[in-house]
C-alpha cells in the first residue's frame, strides 16, 4: 500500500514506516506534511511538530505556507497555546494579504474558525471580533454554490445566519444528528464535515457560557472515527480527554 491508503487506513505505523523511506528514495519530495499527519494520529506531537515545521520551510521557498493550520493545532495540543493562537492569526493574515494562496473550498474558512476557537477559549476579545470580521468577509464573496464551498455553511451558523438543522442538512444529508452520526461511520467526506459542524457547534455553547454544552458536542466530535485532515478532531480530543 502506499503510504498515503496506510495513513487513512489507520495503519499509523507503518505509514510512518512507508513515507521515511519514500523521502529517503525521493529526498526532493516534500512528504513532511504526511509524515506529521501520521505522527499526530499516533500523538508524537513533538514529532509532528517538527514535521510540519520543516514541510513549511520547504513549501515557503514556493511561496506556500499550507501547514499552519496543523503547527497551531499540534502546538495546541503541546499545550503552547498562546504560540497555537498566534500561529492561526498568521494564517489569517497570511490569507488577508495574498502571502498564502491555498485556503479551502471557502476561500480560508478553516483558518478563521480555529482562530475564533482560540480566542474564545483564551478570552482574547480582540482576536475574537478580529476572527468574526475576518469571517464576514469571507462571507462576503460571491460563490455559484454556497453550499459545495465547505466550510462556509458552519461559518454562516457561527455568524448566526444559519440554524444546526440546516448546516447538517448541506454537510451530511439530514437534519436529525442521530441520522448524521450513522452516516459518518462510513462515509468520510459527511464524517469531515460533521467534525467540523460538531466543533463548532461546542464552540458557539462556550461562546455563550454553556461549558456543559460544549464538552457534550466536544465529546461528540472526539468519538468520531478520526477523519484524518481536520485539526478540529484533535483539538475536541484534547477538550474532552486532555
Known amino acids: ?26 529526498p526532493n519530495d516534500n512528504y513532511y506534511s504526511l509524515l506529521g499527519d501520521a505522527q499526530l494520529c499516533l500523538k508524537h506531537y513533538r514529532d509532528a511538530l517538527l514535521s510540519y515545521k520543516r514541510s513549511q520551510e520547504m513549501e515557503q521557498l514556493m511561496g506556500s505556507f499550507s501547514s499552519l493550520n496543523q503547527i497551531g493545532t499540534t502546538l495546541w495540543r503541546l499545550s503552547q497555546r498562546k504560540e497555537a493562537v498566534e500561529t492561526w492569526h498568521r494564517a489569517v493574515v497570511g490569507i488577508q494579504d495574498g502571502s498564502i494562496k491555498y485556503g479551502d473550498l471557502a476561500g480560508g474558512g478553516t483558518q478563521g474558525l480555529l482562530l475564533w476557537y482560540g480566542a474564545i477559549t483564551m478570552k482574547n476579545d480582540n482576536l475574537r471580533d478580529c476572527a468574526l470580521d475576518y469571517l464576514r468577509s469571507i462571507m462576503k464573496r460571491k460563490v455559484y454554490a454556497p453550499a459545495i464551498c465547505w466550510p462556509r455553511p458552519v ?35 459527511k464524517r469531515r464535515h460533521l467534525c ?18 460544549c464538552i457534550e458536542n466536544m465529546r461528540l466530535c472526539s468519538h468520531l472515527d478520526n477523519p484524518i485532515l481536520e485539526c478540529e478532531w484533535y483539538l475536541a480530543r484534547y477538550e474532552y480527554s486532555p
Open 1 to 26: 500500500m502506499k503510504p498515503k491508503e496506510l495513513l487513512f487506513s489507520r495503519q499509523y505505523y507503518e505509514a510512518v514506516s512507508a513515507i521515511k523511506r519514500h523521502m529517503n528514495d525521493h
Open 155 to 189: 461559518i454562516s451558523m457561527v455568524l448566526g445566519k444559519e440554524s444546526l438543522e440546516e448546516v447538517l442538512r448541506i454537510g451530511n444529508g439530514s437534519p436529525v444528528l442521530s441520522e448524521c452520526l450513522e452516516k459518518a461511520g462510513t462515509d468520510l467526506l
Open 196 to 213: 467540523q459542524t460538531l466543533f463548532y457547534v461546542a464552540c458557539l455553547e462556550r461562546q455563550t457560557g454553556n461549558e456543559g454544552g
